[in-house]
């Protein structure tokens, strides 16, 4: 869309005040989370808060959101433990729990406006790796499928694989989202096939053109959310 949120071009929603969408990732010194894991955990909390009803209509969390997603759409992880943890914790927003990963998302912020209790958590660390290889994707449920030429940090791909799943979100019916919900948000995260990377960023599905504020170059393609209501 020539108005797209996440596309480097100028456009409308740059003159917009600018929000963030903090998520913050726990990570035990000893005990980190799967990478894989990690990823589809935070792809579910930024689904987790669009489908909250603190975010809809006269709800606590919803002017943000609506100023949120009127400009430039800007997700941060930071990572965590534990003091850290519990004082983030401590702050509203909700917890996503997967296999083995924490995150929490909170209400968007101001660009430089974060509680203190998040400014000082750290977005380098983020690198995790997964112990196995992460299964087959179930072809019946949303895949968010990453750039397989592309070298993200973990940090960086939760981000991204949060900016496929809202894309999704936008692209599906209420009816579609009310089951996808009431389902609990199921979604895998995989890199694609190298061989059919291309296939995929031209098949119509949501595609994620990344801004480029951070470690890859602007206009990158980093995400394409293949959800089945929307093949």
Same mark, same amino acid.
């Given at each position: 869309?020539?108005?797209?949120?996440?596309?480097?071009?100028?456009?409308?929603?740059?003159?917009?005040?600018?929000?963030?969408?903090?998520?913050?990732?726990?990570?035990?010194?000893?005990? #980190? #989370?799967?990478?894989?894991?990690?990823?589809?955990?935070?792809?579910?909390?930024?689904?987790?808060?669009?489908?909250? #009803?603190?975010?809809?209509?006269?709800?606590?969390?919803?002017?943000?959101?609506?100023?949120? &997603?009127?400009?430039?759409?800007?997700?941060?992880?930071?990572?965590?433990?534990?003091?850290?943890?519990?004082?983030?914790?401590?702050?509203?927003?909700?917890?996503?729990?997967?296999?083995?990963? &924490?995150?929490?998302?909170?209400?968007?912020?101001?660009?430089?406006?974060?509680?203190?209790?998040?400014?000082?958590? &750290?977005?380098?660390?983020?690198?995790?790796?997964?112990?196995?290889?992460?299964?087959?994707?179930? #072809?019946?449920?949303?895949?968010?499928?990453?750039?397989?030429?592309?070298?993200?940090?973990?940090?960086?791909?939760?981000?991204?694989?949060?900016?496929?799943?809202?894309?999704?979100?936008?692209?599906?019916?209420?009816? %579609?989202?009310?089951?996808?919900?009431?389902?609990?948000?199921?979604?895998?995260?995989?890199?694609?096939?190298?061989?059919?990377?291309?296939?995929?960023?031209?098949?119509?599905?949501?595609?994620?053109?990344?801004?480029?504020?951070? %470690?890859?170059?602007?206009?990158?393609?980093?995400?394409?959310?293949?959800?089945?209501?929307?093949?």
């Amino acid at each position: 869309m020539s108005d797209s949120p996440f596309r480097s071009e100028p456009s409308a929603r740059d003159h917009a005040p600018q929000f963030v969408l903090p998520l913050v990732v726990r990570i035990e010194r000893g005990d #980190p #989370p799967a990478r894989t894991d990690a990823l589809e955990t935070a792809a579910r909390a930024v689904l987790v808060m669009l489908g909250d #009803p603190r975010s809809a209509g006269d709800g606590e969390w919803a002017q943000a959101m609506r100023d949120w &997603q009127d400009a430039r759409i800007r997700k941060v992880v930071r990572r965590a433990r534990g003091a850290e943890w519990r004082r983030a914790e401590a702050l509203a927003g909700i917890t996503v729990t997967g296999k083995s990963a &924490q995150v929490r998302v909170f209400p968007p912020v101001p660009l430089d406006g974060w509680p203190k209790d998040l400014a000082r958590l &750290q977005v380098s660390g983020t690198d995790l790796d997964d112990p196995e290889p992460p299964v087959a994707a179930d #072809p019946s449920a949303p895949v968010l499928w990453l750039n397989p030429d592309l070298d993200m940090s973990a940090g960086k791909a939760m981000a991204q694989a949060g900016h496929g799943a809202q894309l999704a979100w936008w692209e599906l019916s209420d009816e %579609e989202r009310a089951d996808w919900r009431d389902a609990g948000f199921p979604l895998a995260v995989r890199t694609a096939d190298p061989g059919r990377w291309g296939e995929l960023t031209r098949s119509g599905l949501p595609l994620v053109r990344d801004a480029g504020f951070t %470690e890859i170059a602007p206009g990158s393609c980093t995400v394409v959310a293949d959800h089945p209501a929307l093949r």
